[in-house]
């Protein structure tokens, strides 16, 4: 057995990283599973002061050729994690609970990092996911993104609305459906609502809604999703592949390198001029809906790119 394994995080519950763990297996493969929603209850794990010092349910783990980074599933609010008996019955102690069990699998992926495995997507760059800071890095860097305020000031909210016109609303950290400002949203009881959390306001943009996977720098698919919807999740009408102008896959591409992820499921969207404005790169993007959808393949060349680094390393 190789001591350069390719390695899955993540639950085989979850279809995601079942149909990765099956597509590096058909490729002649036999991966190694660190499914951290069986972690610390069903789970045996070791870790000594040396960095490749990991036992994972027996076996040694060494250093990886390649890693997916499905979920560590990390707070109790995480998607697939079922926590609310646990939070009713002592919130403190399962939130501290939660905090040692992340800890320790975080350090786990920042050894196999540290040590030269190809991270599809690493945690060390997970601060570039922030929304607030992944939008100004990529603006920094003259890449087109939407006008966008993050704030919990009605002051600056009104500001905002009045410069741009048509504004959306969304979570800063994502996860709610997007919707349209209203003048209701403007008035002094409804703006108050944002002394409970602060709220994401971005110019709303009228064209195509597109769906583009990055993997090692190029672009495998881009997916036109058309639908009558604001927010189009849970609301397509048809998926279909699209072939996209040069100069916006090398922008697609250059903004993957930018936030360092390998791997990426991006979202673009049209103003009314036409130019596609980048929304958000996902780190760990969803494709069996729309490989099923759109007919495409996705999932091919991303178990693709996890062996060739495992024939890469010799084994």
Same mark, same amino acid.
């Given at each position: 057995m190789s001591d350069s394994p390719i390695v899955i995080v993540g639950a085989l519950s979850d279809p995601h990283a079942a149909a990765v763990f099956e597509g590096v297996r058909a490729r002649g493969c036999e991966?190694?599973?660190?499914? @951290? +929603?069986?972690?610390?209850?069903d789970l045996p794990i070791a870790l000594g002061e040396a960095p490749?010092?990991?036992?994972?349910e027996g076996r040694r783990v060494g250093r990886p050729a390649a890693v997916y980074v499905r979920s560590l599933y990390q707070s109790p609010a995480a998607y697939g994690v079922d926590a609310d008996e646990?939070?009713?019955?002592?919130?403190?102690? *399962?939130?501290?609970?939660?905090?040692?069990? &992340?800890?320790?699998?975080s350090a786990i992926l920042l050894r196999w990092e540290a040590q030269g495995a $190809?991270?599809?997507?690493? &945690? &060390?760059?997970?601060?570039?996911? *922030?929304?607030?800071? +992944?939008?100004?890095?990529? +603006? @920094?860097?003259?890449?087109?993104?939407?006008?966008?305020?993050?704030s919990n000031d009605p002051a600056a909210v009104r500001r905002f609305c009045d410069v741009h016109g048509a504004v959306v609303y969304k979570p800063v950290a994502g996860g709610a459906a997007t919707r349209?400002?209203?003048?209701?949203?403007?008035?002094?009881?409804?703006?108050?609502?944002?002394r409970a959390a602060p709220v994401c306001f971005q110019e709303l943009l009228p064209g195509d809604d597109v769906r583009v996977y990055v993997i090692d720098g190029r672009v495998v698919c881009a997916l036109r999703i058309v639908t009558?919807?604001?927010?189009?999740?849970?609301?397509? +009408?048809r998926i279909e592949p699209i072939a996209l102008d040069d100069a916006v896959a090398r922008e697609c591409v250059r903004a993957a390198e930018i936030i360092g992820l390998r791997y990426t499921g991006m979202d673009i969207k049209a103003d009314r001029h036409g130019r596609y404005k980048i929304l958000e790169l996902n780190p760990s993007a969803m494709f069996l809906g729309f490989e099923a959808r759109a007919g495409v393949d996705i999932r091919g060349p991303l178990?693709?790119?996890?062996? $060739?680094?495992?024939?890469?390393r010799g084994a």
């Amino acid at each position: 057995m190789s001591d350069s394994p390719i390695v899955i995080v993540g639950a085989l519950s979850d279809p995601h990283a079942a149909a990765v763990f099956e597509g590096v297996r058909a490729r002649g493969c036999e991966p190694v599973v660190l499914d @951290a +929603q069986r972690f610390p209850e069903d789970l045996p794990i070791a870790l000594g002061e040396a960095p490749g010092d990991i036992v994972i349910e027996g076996r040694r783990v060494g250093r990886p050729a390649a890693v997916y980074v499905r979920s560590l599933y990390q707070s109790p609010a995480a998607y697939g994690v079922d926590a609310d008996e646990a939070m009713k019955e002592d919130w403190r102690r *399962t939130t501290l609970a939660f905090r040692e069990r &992340s800890t320790l699998l975080s350090a786990i992926l920042l050894r196999w990092e540290a040590q030269g495995a $190809a991270f599809y997507n690493p &945690s &060390s760059n997970g601060h570039n996911i *922030t929304k607030p800071y +992944q939008l100004a890095l990529l +603006q @920094a860097a003259g890449l087109p993104v939407p006008a966008t305020l993050w704030s919990n000031d009605p002051a600056a909210v009104r500001r905002f609305c009045d410069v741009h016109g048509a504004v959306v609303y969304k979570p800063v950290a994502g996860g709610a459906a997007t919707r349209k400002v209203e003048a209701k949203d403007l008035t002094d009881e409804r703006l108050d609502k944002l002394r409970a959390a602060p709220v994401c306001f971005q110019e709303l943009l009228p064209g195509d809604d597109v769906r583009v996977y990055v993997i090692d720098g190029r672009v495998v698919c881009a997916l036109r999703i058309v639908t009558d919807a604001i927010d189009f999740r849970q609301h397509e +009408q048809r998926i279909e592949p699209i072939a996209l102008d040069d100069a916006v896959a090398r922008e697609c591409v250059r903004a993957a390198e930018i936030i360092g992820l390998r791997y990426t499921g991006m979202d673009i969207k049209a103003d009314r001029h036409g130019r596609y404005k980048i929304l958000e790169l996902n780190p760990s993007a969803m494709f069996l809906g729309f490989e099923a959808r759109a007919g495409v393949d996705i999932r091919g060349p991303l178990c693709d790119a996890l062996v $060739a680094h495992r024939a890469q390393r010799g084994a």
